[in-house]
């Protein structure tokens, strides 16, 4: 599996946007980038997928490179809620023996202060 | 929809005991997955299953057994319980074959082992 690259942690204040980048140089040209996001105590949560283009849904957005080296995820107005763990995922779009598994690495811990 | 159901939520186990987790989704999902999470790291798979009476290992297997007798519920079973087994472990569902549908997880069973 291609790897992702995330920082270990960012800092935001609350009702700012926040940009959480991802590295990805080795992605091949069936991967899809994911986004998950895990909350205390709580399992992990789908934010955000996209392939080429830029996306955009009710939790955030995607933006992802020409190249489709890196991306970034873009939460408009951070909440309090908005406080988890943020994971960037690699996943093939043919499925094939990957079975669609994921493989987590260690994220980046956003922290919102008030 | 529950979603993804997991049982128990929390569970204190002495060395050598066995115990079964199980996992329950209503969303007709042919794969399911285990994974497991240690302090301060990303999740690892242990195992997984593409469908009803199947099962494959993942990464991190040793020392687990699963069964898929139903294709809504998947078990994870620890025959001979380790403090190294003390984690937290997520169960996750998907659909088959797409790589833009995204897994969907349990809560969580948070296992100490002593």
């Known amino acids: 599996d291609a790897k992702t690259t995330q920082p270990n942690s960012m800092e935001s204040n609350e009702e700012e946007p926040v940009h959480l980048p991802c590295n990805h140089s080795?992605?091949?040209?069936?991967?899809?980038i994911h986004w998950y996001r895990q909350l205390p105590s709580q399992g992990p949560e789908y934010v955000i997928h996209?392939?080429?283009s830029n996306v955009n849904n009710r939790m955030a957005s995607l933006a992802i490179a020409e190249d489709r080296k890196s991306s970034t995820l873009i939460l408009h107005r951070a909440t309090l809620r908005d406080a988890a763990v943020y994971y960037c995922?690699?996943?093939?779009?043919?499925?094939?023996?990957?079975?669609?598994?994921?493989?987590f690495g260690q994220g980046t811990i956003l922290t919102v202060h008030p | 929809n529950a979603g993804v159901t997991q049982t128990p939520k929390f569970r204190v186990l002495k060395t050598g005991q066995s115990m079964t987790l199980l996992c329950a989704q209503d969303?007709?999902?042919?794969?399911m997955y285990w994974y497991r999470q240690d302090p301060g790291m990303g999740l690892r798979l242990i195992h997984y299953?593409?469908?009803?009476?199947?099962?494959a290992k993942g990464e991190v297997p040793d020392g687990y057994n699963v069964s898929r007798l139903k294709k809504q519920n998947f078990l994870l079973g620890l025959e001979s319980a380790a403090p190294s087994q003390t984690s937290v472990y997520f169960c996750?569902?998907?659909?088959?074959?797409?790589?833009?549908?995204?897994?969907?997880f349990g809560n969580g069973t948070r296992l100490t082992v002593t």
């Open positions: 080795t992605i091949s040209g069936t991967d899809y």
């Open positions: 299953s593409v469908g009803e009476g199947t099962t």
């Open positions: 996209g392939l080429t």
């Open positions: 969303m007709n999902h042919e794969y």
């Open positions: 996750a569902s998907t659909l088959p074959g797409r790589a833009d549908s995204p897994l969907h």
């Open positions: 995922i690699l996943r093939d779009v043919a499925g094939g023996t990957s079975y669609g598994k994921l493989t």
